[in-house]
């Protein structure tokens, strides 16, 4: 079982907006909106993002937000921040099982 | 608030069991919720191991070829990891995390290295 594709990295300036993608095929994503994204600053543990595509813990602000598209994931960070600079994985479930996606490195320039 | 520790050994032979265990405080895990283990590869991307629910029953990564068998103790508020013929590439940071009820990990452990190596 493969790991979701997403691209190993992206960049903006601050203020920009980026987008991250996480691929999969049909057996990845299942049938289930199952889908969420992780944020992780180096040396730390992972924090959750979006959940269920589109939903946001609480906490979380409202500059990230998640959609989909077929078998397409994907975060959209808006108005980047200095500390919005991390690693960003997405995460699915299968049906039978979890997969995570590659990570993506974003850079703020 | 639920908070997570892992404990166990940093260092682990390899052909040998890596054993951890996740310590879980501000909530009764008997409660409900599926709880999970994670493990990061030094300077790589994230790997789901398997989650356990409170009445035992569990679901694992089937990459990993049953090498790893979750188990909880509701009366220590504990679940654990255990994961036998360990090689090198288990060295890893491993996580362990609460499942928020839509397979997303809402509630994270701060990580502790094993590292298999003789």
């Known amino acids: 079982q493969s790991a979701l594709t997403q691209p190993r990295s992206v960049s903006g300036s601050p203020g920009q907006s980026v987008t991250i993608s996480c691929t999969g095929t049909s057996n990845d994503f299942g049938v289930y909106n199952y889908v969420s994204w992780y944020q992780q600053h180096p040396g730390k543990a992972p924090k959750l993002m979006i959940y269920d595509v589109r939903k946001r813990p609480s906490g979380v602000p409202d500059r990230f937000s998640g959609s989909r598209s077929g078998n397409t994931a994907s975060l959209t960070i808006s108005g980047l921040q200095a500390e919005d600079e991390a690693d960003y994985y997405c995460?699915?479930?299968?049906?039978?099982?979890?997969?995570f996606g590659g990570g993506t490195k974003l850079t703020v320039l | 608030q639920v908070q997570l520790q892992e404990s166990g050994p940093g260092l682990v032979k390899p052909s040998e069991t890596l054993s951890l265990t996740c310590t879980v405080s501000?909530?009764?895990?008997?409660?409900?919720?599926?709880w999970g283990w994670i493990r990061q590869p030094p300077g790589k991307g994230l790997e789901w191991i398997g989650s356990i629910y409170h009445n035992a029953n569990t679901y694992n990564n089937p990459s990993l070829q049953s090498r790893g068998t979750i188990s909880i103790n509701t009366s220590k508020n504990q679940f654990s990891l255990k994961l036998t013929s360990v090689t090198a590439a288990d060295t890893a940071v491993y996580y362990c995390?609460?499942?928020?009820?839509?397979?997303?990990?809402?509630?994270w452990g701060q990580g502790t290295l094993v590292t298999v190596s003789s």
């Open positions: 995390a609460r499942d928020g009820g839509s397979y997303d990990f809402c509630n």
């Open positions: 995460c699915s479930y299968t049906g039978s099982s979890v997969l």
């Open positions: 501000g909530y009764s895990i008997s409660s409900g919720y599926w």
